[in-house]
């Protein structure tokens, strides 16, 4: 059984940072795709950034040159440098794995419940 545990979210000011890790167990197959999701009140769920098996990365346009996805194949996880963060960026944030690679698009098979980000102005 997959499962995604994501920790590192929290409160911080406009401009500040936050490092969002997500550590998964249970992935059996050698090849898989991780991403990074978010999702606002009311809104729908936003693809942030993707990574694949040979560290090719896609970032949303609104957070591209802001946030860094990199992964430790070793330990199974996956992380997320958020720098220069917005209010805008509040959000729940989630991570997600298959061994399709879905790029940005949110039809992962595999979910966390998700780390909350809040950024203040």
């Known amino acids: 059984q997959v499962q995604l545990v994501e920790s590192g979210g929290g409160s911080v000011q406009a401009g500040g940072s936050l490092r969002l890790s997500c550590a998964a167990s249970?992935?059996?197959?050698?090849?898989?795709?991780m991403a990074w999701f978010r999702q606002a009140p009311g809104k729908e769920r936003e693809g942030v950034a993707c990574i694949d098996t040979e560290g090719i990365t896609r970032y949303g346009d609104s957070v591209q040159g802001r946030f860094t996805i990199s992964q430790n194949n070793a330990k199974n996880t996956l992380y997320l440098q958020m720098d220069s963060l917005k209010p805008e960026d509040t959000a729940m944030y989630y991570c997600?794995?298959?061994?399709?690679?879905?790029?940005?698009?949110?039809?992962?098979?595999?979910w966390g419940q998700g780390t909350q980000v809040t950024v203040s102005s």
């Open positions: 997600a794995i298959d061994s399709v690679w879905w790029e940005l698009l949110p039809r992962y098979k595999y």
């Open positions: 249970g992935v059996t197959s050698r090849w898989y795709y």
